[in-house]
């Protein structure tokens, strides 16, 4: 090495690297200095950089992989949330009900009891939980239960007391209050109807939240999750509190995740006031897109369909179209890169319609593209022909491997065989438009190898179904791999991330064992055994 150049802190060797890099696919060692690959090749090339001081650890023939980046989390809420009570692991309402009266034991009666995960369309008998029956288990305490994808909740008397609700009570704008027969509420919340109850809620302090931010940081790095995309959710108003958190942790050197943080739509005229742009920040905080949403959940039948669903109607756009085309093309002309929610068919359709004459408009005026792509966020059903119209946008999308498993049940209940359309990753993929992964969490687990296993299998962890659902929609592992590092780094022009070579950021993930080289069937039980952010260890097993 030359006298000048950086002498390796921690080489990783007898290794399978899958580095992203076209120009060397794979790499056995790796020296890491400075916070960055130094070099990558063969134990060769690379043990004999050591000197005195340089930690050589031997992976033992383990897979190593660029740090995932979750492109899609709601991470305000996760953080939060993961200190509410636990409701994905449930099999019927009777074991909610129990959970929660459980969580009241030693509290003082006006401390609320919150939670999220349930899961309604997985248990024995598909009941959601009303009002009534949470008021049997909990009679004086607060509750609200987000259900697992965020579009609906459940809340008991004490709550809509808290949040005047009753009767009387209008559904706000894209939002509906559950009644029954004679108008009283069920305590089942849809959308923005949500809110009334969460305003009622106490907010944690900035100490809570700090500390929460940093706990979650380490869930992630033990998942191997290196970058986020912070997500807002619709009629946010937590935003605000969560940048500046990050901003707080990157001033003093305590960030310890590569974080986009979205801004809300609704805020469109203060951002374009203020001059922000998408990318603006550093190599660690950074503005991303402006988030907009044009349609709700399959779970809480408020995803916009272009038929009715087989035990409901069509669901709802929740923004005009014409207002969202209009805020689309000013946030465009002010170089903001936007995300669009859109789940169902029809909400899918709509938007690619805007975005065509976003381009058509754009080529009629000269003007340029913005440097970031616009998104499109879940693509969740979308009919092939409509698929087929994203190849000539210029768009990137991001799809929840993880949460179609939580969806077949209720995909099959409520489209039928229309679910071919739903989850279709290969499709998306065929069509040249860059594919990211994500999590969505907290709907889902955020381990990025939940999501891996979703997208090649397309079944649950116990093999469910046999050959998989819908399997003409599944991906390669490499091309899952990828659409978790590579792709979202090249979307979003961070260059020196997503790939291992020299002087790329040294954010790595070292799996278990070869996922590349595993059968499907062994892929549930691999786990991450070392994450690299910035060139320091900040997980390892054992």
Known sequence: ?????????????????????????????????????????????ILHLAVADTQTIDLDGRLVVPGFIDTHIHFYEYALKRQGVRLDDLTSLEELLERVRQETVDRPPSQWIMGQGWNETDWREPRMPTRQALDQAVPNHPVLLWRCDLHLAAANSAALKLANIDAGTPDPPEGRIERDAAGEPTGILRELAINLVRQAVAPPDADQVTQAFEEATRALHRRGVTGIHDVRLMADKDGAGAFQTFQALDRNGRLALRTWVTLPGDR???????????????????????????????????????????????????MDMAALAHDIHRADEAGLSVMVHAVGDRANRELITIFETLESSRARSGGSRTPIPHRIEHVQMIRPEDADRLRTLHLALCVTPANMVLDINLIDSA?????????????????????????????????????????????????????????????????????????????????????????????????????????????????????????KIVHRTG
């Open 268 to 318: 469109l005229d203060d951002i374009i006031g203020l001059g922000l742009r998408t990318g603006f920040g550093n190599n660690r905080l950074r503005v991303g897109h402006v988030k907009f949403f044009s349609d709700g959940g399959m779970g809480a039948r408020t995803a916009w369909m272009i038929d009715p669903y087989l035990d409901a109607q069509r669901g709802m756009p929740l």
């Open 1 to 45: 090495m030359h006298a000048s150049t950086p002498v390796p802190d921690v080489i990783l060797s007898n290794a399978v690297i899958a580095t992203q890099n076209p120009r060397q696919p794979i790499a056995q060692a790796l020296a890491i200095g400075q916070g960055r690959i130094l070099a990558a090749g063969t134990n060769g090339d």
């Open 415 to 535: 489209v039928g065989e229309k679910g071919r359309w739903t989850y279709a990753f290969r499709r998306l993929m065929d069509t040249g438009a860059p594919v990211m992964f994500s999590s969505d969490c907290p709907v889902c687990d955020p381990d990025p190898l939940v999501g891996i296993h979703a997208a090649v299998t397309r079944q649950r962890a116990d093999g469910t179904p046999q050959g998989g659902w819908h399997p003409q929609n599944r991906v390669t592992a490499a091309e899952a791999i990828q659409a978790y590092t590579a792709t979202p780094a090249a979307v979003h022009g961070a260059t020196d991330l997503g790939m291992i070579a020299p002087g790329k950021k040294a954010d790595l993930a070292v799996l278990s064992e070869n996922l590349l080289a595993s059968p499907p069937s062994r892929m549930p039980l691999i786990k991450v055994d070392m994450t690299l952010f910035e060139g």
